[in-house]
Structures are given as structure tokens and as C-alpha cells.
């Protein structure tokens, strides 16, 4: 089992920066990704970045050259560098990660962009 915790929200104005993080606990050492994704109300969920073991990443398009995914193995974190915030960018934003081929999920924490 791997539990995840998110922190970081917030609202911000746009061409804000945040960053978010996500500490994961319990079968932790066994997590061969991690990642963000995020679901706006009424929408559905949409993956945003994810980052392997060895630091390779992936971002979508909509986010690629604004947020850097970077992971932390030391402290089995992951964080998400959010810059140049656009209000579509509103949201909840859950962690993920991937272990023994369980997906796991956190709560999510909102970002809220807006003037």
C-alpha cells in the first residue's frame, strides 16, 4: 500500500507560480512512477506530467515549458512547479503514483487562477 499526501494549493492570479508537492508513505521504496493529474469541475480527469524512477518525465502539451515535474527519492516526493498560471489551468490536482502495478491516488489539493 502507498499512501499520498498533496500540499501546495492555492489561488493565485494569473502569470502566478506555484508549486505543489506530494509525499508518499507506506510501501513507498517500491514506486516506479509518480505523476499529476488534474480534473476541473464538471470535467473529466486529465494527466498533466509524470516522472519514472530514473527522472525521465513526460508532460502534456498544454503544461509543456510552463510546470517541471521533479521527483525527490530520498524523500519519496514528487512536485510539480507550476509557472506562468492560466486560469484554465483551475483545478484539483491529484497525485498519482505506480507501484507493483497498483495506481494509487491522493486527495488532491485545488489551484484556483483567477483575477
Known amino acids: 500500500q502507498v499512501q499520498l499526501v498533496e500540499s501546495g494549493g492555492g489561488l493565485v492570479q494569473p502569470g502566478q507560480s506555484l508549486r505543489l508537492s506530494c509525499a508518499a508513505s507506506g510501501s513507498a521504496f517500491r514506486i516506479e512512477s509518480m505523476g499529476w493529474y488534474r480534473q476541473a469541475p464538471g470535467k473529466g480527469r486529465d494527466l498533466v506530467a509524470t516522472v519514472t524512477r530514473a527522472d525521465t518525465t513526460n508532460y502534456e502539451a498544454y503544461v509543456k515549458g510552463r510546470f517541471t515535474i521533479s521527483r525527490d527519492n530520498a524523500k519519496n516526493t514528487v512536485y510539480l512547479q507550476m509557472n506562468s498560471l492560466k486560469p484554465e489551468d483551475t483545478a484539483v490536482y491529484l497525485c498519482?503514483?505506480?507501484?507493483?502495478?497498483?495506481?494509487?491516488w491522493g486527495q488532491g489539493t485545488q489551484v484556483t487562477v483567477s483575477s
Open positions: 498519482t503514483a505506480r507501484s507493483n502495478g497498483n495506481r494509487y
